[in-house]
């Protein structure tokens, strides 16, 4: 299970301003340059824009090419870029579920614990609460029983303040959703294979291993009375979040640092799946979409950026729509513009140089100035970039920005309708004829209103406006914390 985001790395890339952010704005100095200058970047600007272009057969490409490879990777493991992942997930939750149930997500360098009380159809959600524990450096080099001793630990001093609404039946053992955003060969809905350890992870020992049974052990080692009831990745807990307010919800995708896309499959129509042991006779299905790659437009800045990441070749549809990857394809632009045009005067910033020095709030943040002279523009390219700039070179700018995130935005729309289209495809018309909900998180996607409205026009062009009607794009925050304790839920050893 290569999951892509997990919740605290999608919250990463809209976290907390650096210390250069929550400075005070520097009174920015228009320098104005000759307009030769600013013309002289329009090519490299035309150029990016056209190559950017994301026309309707360009999306439907897309949105094919998507729907062909889920088919393909349901056929067979390594039939497609996409992994399409079983989860073992065929019980979503329905509201009916009563207790107290806890949830872990692990999935950088923090870790976060949850617990939930559920009262059932009529009270829901009684009460929750929340923690995050920040995991030491030296444990991320240690060994598996060090660092998951730890984590059991954090969850055995979150445990002792259980109280006031939350409560534990006399007699019972706490019950655990375990998120783990690492790559897993997941066998059962609570046990799962370490394949490696991602994300600066290199923990001995646990390769190969279950990582429940490991965090089991672990709580046994601390007296923690609990157990793992559901083992899931973030987008499957999204899923399952939001499903427990709306039952018309099928598709759950995280746009964020990275991003990932999850759908409910029927079982029948899995043909790798020799033997299906499913109550409801669907499941829910991880594509681990980033791997796509099929006809997206590409700029030679994509490929310079992906030649020099630690996976070429590899998480082009990442690389194309999450924000680990927008600003920096951003900054590739302005460089060449620096260098070829004099964008920024006669020498190219030394600071703008640094990769992944311009982030993707930085762009959005650049998008949403509507001042005369772009004053805040000005303000973050010389916070990041170091230089001053006039308007012209503003606008230039902004219009770069605007190039990436469209592409990006329409991308990721086309992208969910090939999930749509492949799911109306086997149901014989059932989820255009119907209102069907996507349930969207992480921080690009909350955080960016141009990124959310070029995805939400893609979907309505491909779909047109009569069936777009009954595609409801809903933003579902922080849901898999919860989706995983709903889980652990819907998965107890005592029944709802």
């Known amino acids: 299970m290569s999951v892509t985001a997990s919740p605290a790395a999608v919250r990463s890339i809209y976290s907390s301003r650096s210390a250069r952010d929550r400075a005070p704005r520097p009174r920015v100095v228009m320098t104005v340059r000759s307009s030769s200058t600013t013309l002289s970047a329009v090519p490299i600007l035309t150029k990016l824009q056209r190559d950017c272009a994301t026309p309707l057969p360009v999306l439907r490409h897309v949105a094919d090419a998507m729907a062909a490879d889920m088919r393909a990777g349901l056929e067979a493991d390594g039939g497609s870029d996409l992994k399409m992942i079983l989860s073992y ?38 009460a929750t609460e929340f923690e995050q524990v920040c995991i030491p450096h030296e444990l991320m080099f240690g060994t598996s029983e060090e660092l998951f001793d730890f984590i059991a630990s954090g969850l055995a ?30 066998t059962s809905i609570d046990s799962g294979i370490l394949i490696k350890w991602t994300k600066g992870f290199a923990v001995s020992g646990t390769a190969g291993k279950d990582v429940v049974v490991c965090l089991n052990e672990a709580m046994k080692r601390q007296e923690l009375n609990m157990r793992v009831s559901a083992l899931v990745n973030d987008t499957v807990g999204t899923l399952a979040g939001a499903r427990y307010w709306d039952d018309d919800v099928m598709v759950a995708v995280i746009l964020g640092t990275g991003t990932n896309a999850c759908y409910v499959e029927r079982v029948d129509a899995i043909p790798k799946l020799h033997s299906p042991n499913s109550t409801s006779g669907r499941t829910i299905v991880n594509t681990e979409w980033g791997a796509f790659s099929s006809g997206l437009p590409l700029t030679e800045f994509d490929r310079e950026m992906d030649a020099e990441s630690i996976n070429p070749g590899e ?18 632009v302005l460089i060449r513009m620096a260098e070829d045009a004099r964008l920024f005067g006669d020498s190219v910033p030394e600071k703008l140089q640094m990769s992944f020095s311009l982030r993707t709030p930085d ?20 916070n ?13 700018v902004i219009d770069v920005c605007d190039a990436i995130a469209k592409r990006g935005g329409r991308l990721a729309g086309a992208g969910i309708v090939g ?17 069907t909900v996507v349930a969207m998180d992480g921080g690009l996607y909350e955080h960016y209103p141009q990124y959310r409205r070029y995805l939400q026009d893609a979907v309505t062009e491909l779909l047109g406006p009569e069936i777009s009607k009954n595609i409801v794009i809903e933003h579902s925050k922080d849901g898999s914390g919860i989706g995983a304790a709903l889980l652990a839920a819907t998965n107890s050893m005592y029944g709802h």
């Open 89 to 126: 997930v065929d019980a979503l939750p329905t509201g009916n579920e009563k207790g107290l149930f806890y949830a872990l997500d692990l999935g950088g360098t923090n870790f976060r614990v949850l617990r939930v009380q559920l009262g059932g159809k009529d009270e829901r959600v009684v």
């Open 157 to 186: 001093n979150f445990a002792q303040k259980e109280g006031g609404k939350f409560n534990l039946p006399q007699g019972r053992t706490r019950e655990l959703g375990f998120t783990f955003s690492f790559p897993v060969k997941q």
């Open 315 to 332: 998480q082009i549809f990442e690389k194309t729509i999450s924000g680990m990857y927008l600003g920096e394809i951003v900054r590739r």
């Open 363 to 382: 762009i959005c943040a650049m998008q949403q100035d509507c001042s005369r002279d772009f004053e805040i523009v000005g303000s973050i390219l010389y």
């Open 384 to 396: 990041v970039a170091g230089v001053n700039s006039n308007s012209s070179a503003r606008k230039i």
């Open 419 to 435: 999930i749509l289209q492949k799911m109306e495809e086997d149901s014989k018309g059932t989820v255009f004829g119907n209102r």
